[in-house]
């Protein structure tokens, strides 16, 4: 339907809209006052013409009526009306044909019926008519609901014709609501679009609620979302709820939007149900978190509008029955920034929406091979949180990625906007964050503030270690799910176990508020003292069938082993860091963080306290085992034969075979090699650690390595292929890629290339992080591609290799007898130079597509 007028128009309390009812008189008369009621009930203008003493012609003065109303309401039933003498029609249908075409037209038809065939043929010229609204009833009272409920609709539906639209185009109908501009793109959300659209197209979904942290983008998408569902719907209403502080107004505000007033005796709530009755509603509210004692008002407000689904956008969960909660996650970030290539980093929708921010800032800026790496490092710094991206972005005029990425130490200071349009609380990340610490209960206040002890992921009992006591402990749990729900605290499992953390903006504020508190010193060492007995629990988990899940764990939780580990030896708790440190030995390996061990031994070498010798022994074995895993280190065996003695005084077996190890090691890439002492030194280790099968066959595996020292490649095999068996029947996937590499290589010194061993070797390498073993797979693969002569694939791989090695700063102590030979032999031949320039291709091959290669899956990369 068309607008109530076409030109602007005033009204004064004496000049209400008024209402054309059109119809018989007697047969209808009951019918009549209750149109005239609704009418009226909505503070409306009926005009309804009547027979008797005139002044003018009945004609005359209806057509007066009609001209002066806005709206025509027509109610028939049976009778088609008396025709004037000299007239071609009825009053009744007279009336309809003189209504103006733009007036808005409500025909109501009573039914059953035995209607006149005049009346018929109007009924079906009514019908026919696209600017008019037919429905049926059958009682008086059904009759007075749907007029009323009509006029508030289409009084609703013009009100927002007549304000200009936010979102708008010449085709969009008229009827819907106003959507906010948005001011940009989305950029990489196109799953969540999808998903939260799908969840609209279901009846059963109808209430929809988009979770998550201030500044994580949910009124974006909801916006979105709402533009691209708006054809499912007779109309989309957007309510932003951030300027309303009471629940009580959070009805108000819903029904200001959908152009619905309040009047009579009815409640708020019925004129909504009776105005948008029978229409299909699309109701955006924006920032719930505040007003969040209004969530029973959602499930009222569903009951009464059947036809409608809401779509919330709120920082805590509504909990009421009927949610489904979409949890908004942050932007994906390069998962590994230093192994990336361009086009990797650019596929992060993190890296995206930096660029596109930071163009819009400064034009010329690009993503480019140059800064790709501290793009995408500032990115995992921020954690992918758009509103923190946008923030950091908008610095580009002033500062360099380089320069940006180096002061994301403290990231709160950087991200802040000049820009004066938006919400006060969106103009900084730390008045976001307070806007959402200020909905807290107290209770949950104060345990937000103790969490900033953490560093990192935490689980539930950590939090319970460090919350011990407390007066507002009572009920922990319940507390931290409200700052879950508050979308201040992130909850996600690793292998089962529920862990706990805070992007960096929210962690940062927290740490803050707790080191100003009073109890910091008490539950810093509650918090070390807990991941101290995390590092003991965790020893015997890190063999066999266990050793995924437990690495997983560590890795989760390495940021709080590290922060109690040094509040440990800030105040002189050395040997305690020490024991940890040593008990965590195989996740140190596993994982390429030697170096980070050998860093907590120096540390506790350098501490200037007193040390026992069992410490001392462990910093000592740490230490000379990294030093000869590294580019350039001369073999020094006295320091690990100090840790020898020491582990040996202290009746620590294990410790002693570990360093007897390290020894073997040192011997073997001594000058020239000191073969049978690394042989009695390997075999005394083994002995010692009969009750320990993953380091039996560690051990065994290091025996075996010094057969093929010796040249005996048929006796080493002979051993890794014993070690593979073991690993593979106690299920340690640590042991058993060493072992399939060992055999790999003595295979090679037979003669024999056997790729699948390298293949199976690296497959495991990815499935338990250690990165270095995926240098040693590259280069197992080259040596094999070298050995059938396929100079390309062997000059790639190599290439690949070294670049693998260069990341992890380790190094191949045995490459003279593993893959040393058959690339020399490769370089002697006429192949030479298209192995070295495969080899240089290999070096600048990013990592995705090194691995793609060796598994077999990538292109051709001959040129």
Request: proline share 5%; glycine share 6%; with cysteine.
């Amino acid at each position: 339907m068309s607008g109530l007028t076409d030109a602007p128009l005033i009204r004064t309390p004496d000049q209400r809209l008024r209402v054309f009812v059109s119809s018989t008189l007697r047969e209808l008369e009951p019918e009549r006052r209750a149109a005239r009621g609704a009418i009226e009930r909505l503070r409306l203008a009926p005009v309804m013409f009547e027979l008797g003493a005139r002044p003018h012609p009945p004609r005359e003065l209806y057509r007066a009526y009609l001209e002066q109303s806005d709206v025509f309401v027509g109610v028939y039933w049976q009778q088609y009306g008396w025709i004037a003498p000299g007239e071609e029609f009825s009053g009744l249908e007279d009336e309809y044909r003189l209504a103006r075409r733009e007036m808005p037209k409500l025909i109501y038809v009573k039914q059953p019926a035995q209607r006149d065939e005049r009346l018929d043929g109007l009924m079906m010229r009514i019908r026919d008519d696209d600017t008019a609204s037919y429905k049926s009833f059958s009682t008086v009272e059904e009759l007075a609901e749907l007029i009323e409920a009509d006029l508030a609709t289409l009084l609703a539906e013009r009100f927002d014709a007549s304000r200009q639209p936010t979102v708008s185009s010449p085709e969009e109908d008229p009827a819907s609501g106003r959507l906010p501009a948005p001011y940009t793109e989305v950029v990489g959300r196109e799953r969540e679009v999808a998903t939260v659209l799908a969840w609209l197209g279901e009846d059963a979904r109808r209430l929809v609620t988009l979770a998550g942290p201030g500044g994580i983008g949910k009124s974006r998408l909801a916006i979105e979302v709402a533009q691209l569902a708006g054809d499912r719907f007779d109309r989309v209403t957007f309510v932003a709820l951030e300027h309303v502080r009471a629940a009580h107004d959070v009805l108000p505000a819903i029904a200001r939007e959908l152009g619905v007033r309040e009047g009579g005796d009815r409640s708020l709530l019925d004129l909504l149900g009776i105005a948008r009755s029978g229409r299909r509603d699309l109701i955006v509210l924006d920032n719930f978190e505040q007003v969040i004692a209004a969530a029973p008002l959602v499930v009222s407000l569903l009951t009464e509008l059947p036809g409608a689904t809401l779509l919330v956008t709120s920082r805590a969960r509504l909990r009421v029955r009927g949610e489904h909660v979409f949890d908004v996650e942050p932007l994906s970030v390069p998962t590994d920034p230093a192994r990336a290539s361009l086009e990797e980093v650019l596929d992060a929708p993190s890296v995206q929406l930096f660029r596109d921010r930071a163009r819009a800032a400064d034009p010329r800026f690009d993503v480019t091979t140059g800064n790709a790496e501290d793009v995408a490092r500032i990115c995992q710094a921020l954690e992918g949180v758009p509103l923190a991206i946008e923030l950091a972005a908008a610095r580009i005029r002033a500062l360099t990625p380089a320069t940006m990425l180096a002061k994301l130490d403290r990231v709160l200071p950087l991200l802040v906007t000049a820009a004066r349009d938006v919400p006060e609380r969106q103009r900084t990340i730390e008045s976001t964050v307070e806007w959402s610490i200020d909905l807290l209960s107290p209770d949950a206040r104060a345990l937000f503030t103790r969490l900033g002890v953490f560093a990192g992921d935490c689980s539930l009992d950590a939090v319970e270690a460090v919350a011990a006591d407390a007066p507002w402990a009572a009920d922990l749990l319940g507390t931290l799910l409200e700052l879950v729900d508050g979308s201040l605290v992130r909850q996600h499992d690793a292998d089962g176990l529920p862990l706990f953390s805070m992007l960096a903006p929210v962690r940062e504020i927290a740490t803050a508020r707790f080191e100003q508190g009073p109890d910091a010193t008490a539950a810093r060492r509650r918090h070390a003292d807990y991941y101290v007995t995390l590092a003991m629990d965790a020893e015997p988990l890190l063999v066999g069938a266990t050793q995924l899940a437990a690495l997983r764990r560590l890795e989760a939780e390495r940021q709080n082993l590290r922060a109690g580990f040094r509040h440990l030896i800030s105040i002189g708790e050395v040997d305690v860091v020490a024991d940890a440190v040593w008990r965590l030995l195989l996740y140190w390996w596993i994982r390429d963080l030697l170096p980070e061990a050998r860093a907590w031994a120096e540390g506790i070498l350098a501490a200037g306290v007193p040390l026992a010798d069992r410490s001392r022994a462990i910093a000592l074995a740490f230490s000379s085992w990294v030093a000869l895993s590294q580019p350039g280190t001369v073999a020094d065996p006295r320091p690990i034969e100090e840790s020898v003695a020491l582990f040996h005084d202290a009746g620590d077996d294990f410790g002693e075979a570990c360093a007897l190890t390290v020894l073997c090691i040192a011997c073997t890439a001594a000058s020239p090699p000191e073969l049978d002492r690394a042989e009695e030194s390997q075999r005394r280790a083994i002995e010692l650690v009969h009750d320990r099968p993953t380091f039996q066959g560690l051990f065994r595996g290091s025996l075996g390595s010094v057969e093929l020292f010796r040249g005996r490649a048929a006796d080493a095999l002979a051993i890794f292929d014993a070690v593979l068996e073991d690993a593979i029947r106690i299920g340690d996937r640590f042991v058993e890629s060493i072992a399939l590499t060992n055999a790999g290589w003595a295979r090679l010194a037979l003669g024999e290339a056997c790729p699948e061993l390298f293949a199976r070797h690296l497959e495991l390498s990815l499935q338990i992080g250690n990165e270095d073993g995926v240098g040693y797979a590259f280069e197992g693969l080259a040596a094999c591609a070298a050995l059938l002569g396929d100079a390309d694939r062997a000059g790639v791989l190599l290439g690949a290799a070294e670049t693998a090695r260069k990341r992890t700063g380790m190094i191949e102590q045995r490459s003279y007898i593993t893959f040393q030979p058959f690339i020399e032999r490769m370089l002697a031949s006429e192949r030479a130079a298209d192995f070295e320039a495969a080899r240089e291709r290999g070096r600048e091959m990013s990592r995705r597509s090194a691995l793609d290669l060796a598994r077999g899956t990538a292109p051709d990369t001959r040129v």
